[in-house]
């Protein structure tokens, strides 16, 4: 056989095993960019906790919460960006819900909306473990860090096709004079605890 032709019968193994080897990596690489994930509102909620005069807990909520979620685990990055409506806030009482919506809380007329964005991303292997950012209440911004009590994603089989919902429960504390709400200090404690609850659905 001509040296030619041998070169080019040698030539088909080689282009056939790139072939293949792509068509086997391919899933990886489409599993390795960072994947979006729109928060599912009925699963999305801050509940706060503030110590009332040393004895008992105030305990109230906002949301639905509204924002989305970009994760790239294989790289450990990924980014978070939440809007919270003040005027949302739901303590079981109408008329606490009114006071606290006044100027010198949450100001819910002057800022309609608060903000956590976050693109310091701490993962425990492919979990959320801690979501470092910037939370902007008031018109003031102050870092926040979030951790995770919990994380995991699972299937959604009840849609077709399939999604991913990733979510989880974060706690973080704030001091609320940080940020100029300073009412009834310092018997309504400056400290606040948060908890924040989400989940996301895997954009398509």
Do not use: K
């Not at 001509?2 to 391919?26: E, I, N």
């Amino acid at each position: 056989m001509p040296a030619s032709a041998q070169r080019q019968v040698l030539r088909w193994p080689v282009a056939l095993a790139a072939a293949v080897f792509g068509l086997a990596v391919a899933p990886h690489w489409a599993a390795a960019q960072p994947v979006a994930y729109a928060l599912v509102p009925e699963q999305s909620f801050v509940t706060f906790e503030v110590l009332h005069f040393g004895t008992s807990t105030i305990r109230g909520r906002f949301g639905p919460l509204q924002g989305e979620v970009l994760l790239d685990r294989p790289a450990g990055t990924g980014e978070v960006s939440l809007r919270i409506s003040t005027a949302d806030v739901n303590t079981g009482v109408g008329v606490f819900n009114a006071r606290l919506r006044q100027a010198d809380l949450l100001s819910s007329e002057a800022f309609p909306e608060a903000y956590f964005v976050a693109r310091n991303l701490r993962f425990a292997g492919d979990a959320v473990a801690e979501v470092r950012g910037e939370f902007t209440w008031r018109g003031v911004s102050q870092p926040l860090s979030l951790r995770a009590q919990r994380f995991g994603c699972r299937i959604d089989r009840q849609t077709s096709p399939a999604d991913e919902i990733c979510g989880g429960d974060f706690e973080g504390e704030l001091l609320r004079s940080d940020f100029g709400a300073t009412f009834g200090l310092p018997f309504v404690a400056d400290r606040v605890r948060l908890v924040v609850q989400v989940e996301g659905r895997r954009r398509r």
